[in-house]
């Protein structure tokens, strides 16, 4: 029960505002493309038992990961936590998610009281291992992926443990990067522990107690009241990965979400096996995906906290695509999430008509380019690349923008660019690419990339090639993914969704993420706005009469009769 409605929501407000500070620290002083302009990292507080209490608006499958991590780190330091220490981990086995997202965690004391922790997830540039980027889709064990750090001190009550850190320095191809964004995460858990100290001396360190317990409550009063607009039952859906990268697929995620007083259960039983690639995600990543989905669908300002969380459960297989076991290759496991939201999404559908979309582009995709110089020294660039929403019950799907679960940036051109290794020949939407409804799915987005450099390995990761996003309520599905070699010229070549190669000086290539799916009866979508789109670019005008069944005149208005005529023999 909330006691006194002014301070809790004071306080609600200011510390997810703490949190959002630690955000804007890393963005302001992180150092790699990844991490300052695509933004792939996370911020969260926790209090003394290691329960997430504030998320900042960041990355939605990073966030829900942060309790295992925790977990991790009160077994393993729990009675010897000291002020001024610093916690780092990776390994997916104790804690982490993948290699390249390295947590650091740093307890907050107040005298010699632990208020809680300030918790940073960054996406780093390169963590080692064979290929630049640390995520090639193609490793086969996490011991070729790059370095593992179980849960560690690295900074020993205010001590930096200069060993430690250079042994992982001198295992990346980027040191400097690498330490530079980290830096950036220990300023940002400074900036956290200082707001949360900030607090206790507000609101007493009872009354902070006291505060925590009352939001963690609220969440999960939220989140079981939205709940119970929805009709008890289990609900089930399967959606796919494309293939596993090393030839084997289709790679299917079967979730039954049941519905009832006690909460939501989410039963992935009959999900993929672990695969031989580096698809394999953590059960913590598998949690966190499911949060993701669930809180969209919801559409409300709920929180996000440990007490979201309660009302959760899951059956998770063991040896799954879903929870992998050692030494499973976790690099690529992004798309897993993606896949999940999605198949959550699905079974949502029919529960929340009125709110769930249809499928977007199925995860940011993304290209890893390493570029090795005379001296040894390797350059690692990142284009992430998002596409698509998938239409809405009530609006169209949104172009250009990161899928629920990432909350990621598209690299800008100028930072692919300044580097001069790569050329940026073409950014853009395609048209036809949204797919067909009364709502229409978001476009395709493309980017047209010439290598300068006299060699550079690529790792590129895409999907959505073979089983498009879907739609709903009859709407169409979206367009597919696309990579291709020299397109248009005499060497043009289609290639696979998560290639490896390595490129040469003049090498073309053309990305294209796929489309977003409709949402409705295309045929019922108002003519002016299927006018609008053909104005703007975004539908051809065969697509126009070929999806929507309007006829554009020679004038440029909506031939009225004509597109009666397309019409009504389809309905």
């Known amino acids: 029960m909330i006691r006194d409605a002014v301070t809790f ?25 990844i991490v300052a302009s695509s933004m792939d990292f996370s911020a969260a507080l926790c209090d003394a038992g290691g329960r997430v209490i504030a998320q900042a608006n960041t990355c939605p499958v990073h966030l829900g990961s942060i309790p295992d991590a ?10 010897s936590i000291r002020p001024g220490d610093v916690y780092l981990l990776n390994d997916p086995s104790r804690g982490g998610m993948h290699l390249p997202d390295i947590f650091a965690v740093a307890p907050v004391f107040a005298d010699a009281d632990l208020l809680g922790f300030a918790v940073t997830v960054v996406n780093h540039a390169d963590v080692g291992g064979w290929v630049a980027g640390s ?25 930096l443990n200069e060993t430690f850190l250079t042994v992982v320095l001198r295992n ?109 995600a953590t059960a913590s990543f598998t949690r966190s995906a499911s949060y993701a989905a669930v809180q969209g669908a919801l559409a409300r300002d709920i929180p996000a906290n440990s007490g979201f969380y309660r009302p959760f459960t899951f059956v998770i297989p063991e040896a799954s695509i879903l929870d992998g076991r050692r030494p499973a290759a976790r690099g690529a496991r992004g798309l897993v999430a993606y896949r999940i939201i999605d198949a959550v999404l699905g079974a949502l559908a029919p529960v929340f008509p009125d709110r769930v979309p249809a499928a977007g582009d199925g995860g940011p995709d993304s290209m890893a380019i390493g570029v090795t110089g005379a001296d040894g020294h390797t350059v690692v ?19 250009g923008i990161s899928p629920l679960g990432a909350n990621l940036a598209n690299t800008p051109v100028e930072e692919l660019e300044r580097s001069g290794h790569v050329r940026i020949d073409g950014y853009g939407y395609l048209p036809d690419t949204g797919g067909a409804g009364r709502f229409r799915g978001g476009l395709a987005t493309f980017r047209d990339l010439t290598v300068l450099a ?29 990579n291709v070699l020299d397109p248009g010229g005499p060497g043009e070549r289609v290639l696979s969704s998560k290639p490896h190669l390595v490129m040469t000086a003049g090498t073309r290539h053309r990305h294209v993420t796929a489309g977003g799916g409709g ?44 597109t009666s005529a397309l019409r009504e023999p389809v309905r």
């Not at 992926?145 to 900074?155: K, M």
């Not at 979508?525 to 020679?554: F, S």
Request: hydrophobic residues 40%; charged residues 25%; contains cysteine.
């Open 70 to 79: 925790m977990d991790a780190v009160l077994a393993e330091f729990g009675a």
């Open 519 to 562: 949402h409705g009866d295309p045929f019922t979508r108002d003519p002016q706005r299927v006018l609008d789109d053909v104005l703007e670019g975004k539908v051809t005008h065969e697509g126009a009469t070929r999806d929507y069944g309007v006829a554009i005149a020679a004038d440029g208005t909506v031939d009225h009769t004509a």
């Open 172 to 280: 990346v191809r980027e040191p400097e990067l690498l330490r530079g964004d980290l830096e950036a995460q220990l300023a940002a858990c400074h900036a956290g522990a200082e707001g949360l100290r900030a607090l206790a001396v507000r609101h007493g360190a009872g009354g902070l107690t006291g505060l925590v317990e009352e939001l963690l409550d609220y969440s999960e009063a939220l989140l079981r009241t939205a709940l119970a607009e929805a009709v008890p039952g289990s609900y089930e859906f399967t959606d796919h990965i494309d293939d596993d990268g090393l030839g084997s697929g289709p790679i299917p995620f079967r979730v039954k979400v049941t519905l009832s007083d006690a909460g939501i259960e989410l039963d992935f039983t009959g999900s993929s096996a672990q695969v031989a690639s580096a698809l394999n």
């Open 381 to 399: 660039l990142w284009d992430i690349l998002c596409g698509a929403w998938g239409a809405r019950p009530d609006r169209d799907g949104v172009d």
């Open 9 to 33: 929501e004071v306080f609600r407000n200011a510390v997810t505002g703490v949190a959002d500070e630690m955000a804007i620290t890393i963005v302001r002083t992180a150092h790699s493309q």
């Open 454 to 482: 006299p060699e550079a390995s690529v790792q590129i990761r895409s999907d959505r090639r073979e089983f498009l996003p879907y739609g709903l309520a009859g709407g169409a599905q979206g367009t597919p993914s696309l």
């Open 135 to 159: 995520m090639a889709v193609q490793s086969t064990s996490i011991f070729a992926e790059g370095v593992q750090i179980p849960p560690s001190r690295l900074v020993d009550a205010g001590k």
